[in-house]
T-cell receptor, first 114, second 117 residues
Framework: DSGVTQTPKHLITATGQRVTLRCSPR?????VYWYQQSLDQGLQFLIQ???????AKGNILERFSAQQFPDLHSELNLSSLELGDSALYFC?????????????FGEGSRLTVL | SQQGEEDPQALSIQEGENATMNCSYK?????LQWYRQNSGRGLVHLIL?????REKHSGRLRVTLDTSKKSSSLLITASRAADTASYFC?????????????????FGQGTILTVHP
């Protein structure tokens, strides 16, 4: 158990819909990362938050947005869903310090868009 | 494109044999990490090697890093059926200013390891 909690574990929805994925980081971790894993693209970094502020952005579509709340949990919002958005979405957290250390991953949210 | 690219894409061995996976990357890095993923599960950190280190050991794992060749290898000795999983290398790239990317890791496509009992 990594200590990172993601909900829901599975989600099936239709094209054009909007979903919200939730992540609670490990206790004490201030940094949250979102990754998308699909068969064709592999693991793609989407976005990082540190203590409520956006720190880094990756290949995140404009239809996707995220935020980190004062209690440090994070949400990833996916809107106008397309078939190609079907993937496993991972949240990870870390203690942000110099030098950087490992990421702790949740079990993921599997999104299926029909 | 992926920063890290693993080789081979798939590896099938018998229990007790050693498994070696290689990773190549493109840019300067602060550190390189290896992760393991059981099918459909979250990734689990295995080992981290810093750019100024050449070799690191952890239990049955041995990692090497050659920054001149921008490559790393992961050796699992005396493999077990429970080692069956996908293995990913991930790089923490330096920024243009030579700083850290603050933990944003770029993952390779992974090596699927199957260990037969």
């Amino acid at each position: 158990d990594s200590g990172v909690t993601q909900t829901p574990k599975h989600l099936i929805t239709a094209t054009g819909q909007r979903v919200t994925l939730r992540c609670s980081p490990r206790s004490g971790d201030l940094s949250v990362y979102w990754y998308q894993q699909s068969l064709d693209q592999g693991l793609q970094f989407l976005i990082q938050y540190y203590n409520g502020e956006e720190r880094a952005k990756g290949n995140i579509l404009e239809r996707f947005s995220a935020q980190q709340f004062p209690d440090l949990h994070s949400e990833l919002n996916l809107s106008s869903l397309e078939l190609g958005d079907s993937a496993l979405y991972f949240c990870a957290s870390s203690v942000l310090r110099d030098p950087p250390r490992e990421l702790f991953f949740g079990e993921g949210s599997r999104l299926t868009v029909l | 494109s992926q920063q890290g690219e693993e080789d081979p894409q798939a590896l099938s061995i018998q229990e007790g044999e050693n498994a070696t996976m290689n990773c190549s990357y493109k840019t300067s890095i602060n550190n390189l990490q290896w992760y393991r993923q059981n099918s459909g599960r979250g990734l689990v950190h295995l080992i981290l090697i810093r750019s100024n280190e050449r070799e690191k050991h952890s239990g049955r794992l041995r990692v090497t890093l050659d920054t001149s060749k921008k490559s790393s290898s992961l050796l699992i000795t005396a493999s077990r059926a429970a080692d069956t999983a996908s293995y990913f290398c991930a790089t923490d790239a330096t920024t243009n200013a030579g700083g850290t990317s603050y933990g944003k890791l770029t993952f390779g496509q992974g090596t699927i390891l199957t260990v037969h009992p």
